[in-house]
């Protein structure tokens, strides 16, 4: 019986960093559903040819195949002794009931669920800050906040302009944002019933000052 933590936040927010200093930290073991699904599938196991097959028909892997992967690797000895963050999973309330189930079969604890949150304006200034350079030979990429180039607009390595990706846009940003909070906020209802959630706003700071105030929620 071990202690599983759930991370759940909006595109942009840093929970693939925050996520990776906690298990480094803890030693959870880190398990990302989208790692599992292509470790099944890579390892061609019954249920890795299934998602396989369901994926090249452009179908989506349903909640139960999700939940009876995550039942399967929740009960190898690693995580027994060591316990897990669970990444991508849940993302829904019927899949937060799943887990409520899988939790009772396999005798572990749900210690926390961390809801990441932070100022909208933050994570649209992170997720628009992509720039690419045009020339496809060149390929640079950069970021107006983290990695900005010496001239605005311009390709440090190839004097190419830069632009940037549909996917980039402030617009794909707040449809992003809609829909992660569409999703979530459903869930987040279902664990604060539960009394495991523990809320935590990540600021415009460097990962390991979010990651202080993260774990200074979780020992609240
Ligand atoms: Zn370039």
């Given at each position: 019986m071990a202690d599983i933590y759930v991370f759940i936040g909006p595109p942009g927010v840093g929970?693939?960093?925050?996520?990776?200093?906690?298990?480094?930290?803890?030693?959870?073991?880190?398990?990302?559903?989208?790692?599992?699904?292509?470790?099944?599938?890579?390892?061609?196991?019954?249920?890795?040819?299934?998602?396989?097959?369901?994926?090249?028909?452009?179908?989506?892997?349903?909640?139960?195949?999700?939940?009876?992967?995550?039942?399967?690797?929740?009960?190898?000895d690693d995580i027994v002794a060591k316990g897990c963050?669970?990444?991508?999973?849940?993302?829904?309330v019927p899949q937060a009931e799943a887990l409520r189930d899988i939790l009772k079969r396999t005798g572990h604890k749900m210690a926390a669920v961390v809801s990441i949150e932070a100022d909208q304006q933050m994570l649209i200034t992170r997720l628009t800050a992509r720039r690419m350079c045009t020339n496809k030979e060149c390929g640079a990429i950069f970021n107006v906040v983290a990695m900005p180039p010496k001239t605005e607009g311009i390709c440090?390595?190839?004097?190419?302009?830069?632009?940037?990706?549909?996917?980039?846009?402030?617009?794909?940003?707040?449809?992003?944002?809609?829909?992660?909070?569409?999703?979530?906020?459903?869930l987040i209802d279902f664990y604060k019933k539960e009394g495991k959630l523990i809320r935590s706003t990540s600021r415009d700071l460097p990962a390991e000052a979010n990651y202080a105030n993260l774990k200074a929620a979780l020992k609240a």
């Open positions: 929970k693939g960093t925050l996520g990776e200093m906690f298990c480094e930290e803890t030693k959870a073991v880190h398990v990302s559903t989208g790692d599992l699904l292509r470790q099944e599938m890579a390892a061609g196991t019954e249920l890795g040819n299934k998602v396989k097959g369901i994926i090249a028909e452009g179908g989506l892997v349903s909640d139960d195949i999700v939940a009876e992967m995550v039942e399967g690797r929740l009960q190898k963050l669970l990444d991508g999973f849940p993302r829904t440090d390595k190839c004097g190419a302009k830069l632009y940037q990706r549909s996917d980039d846009t402030k617009e794909a940003a707040l449809h992003r944002l809609d829909v992660y909070a569409k999703q979530t906020a459903p």
